[in-house]
């Protein structure tokens, strides 16, 4: 059993840990035994559910990103004014106007808003 054990934990620490709990299970009584197989199937399901999380909790690491977020959160205008200059997408053209605004450029932030009303005019909905 433990050549087995051993094997396994060559393969994968994942795989060592379940072995155990399998084990465990043979030698314990019927209640503990139930509480060491939740603990193994959820031990066997957590790749899947963090793989899940780290579907929603991933963000794209894109210059244009991080300029947006820098000038969201007050980090700092410099780095936006230069990455998001040439962009078109809304989001990005507003955090533009921001870091102009924020810059003393209050023409250059009233033409980028400009620009997005008209790439993007506000719908009302009556």
Known sequence: MLLVLFVLSLIS???CLAGILILLGLYMRRADKIIVYVFLVF?????FFFRAAAQFLQVSSSG???AIV???ESKGNAYALSALKSTDEPPALFS???ALKRAGLYDEAIATYKN???TRPMQLFM
């Open 13 to 15: 620490p994942l795989l």
């Open 96 to 98: 533009y106007g921001l």
């Open 70 to 72: 820098d000038v969201n």
């Open 43 to 47: 031990l066997l399901a957590s790749p």
């Open 64 to 66: 244009t990103m991080k």
């Open 116 to 118: 997005l009303i008209k």
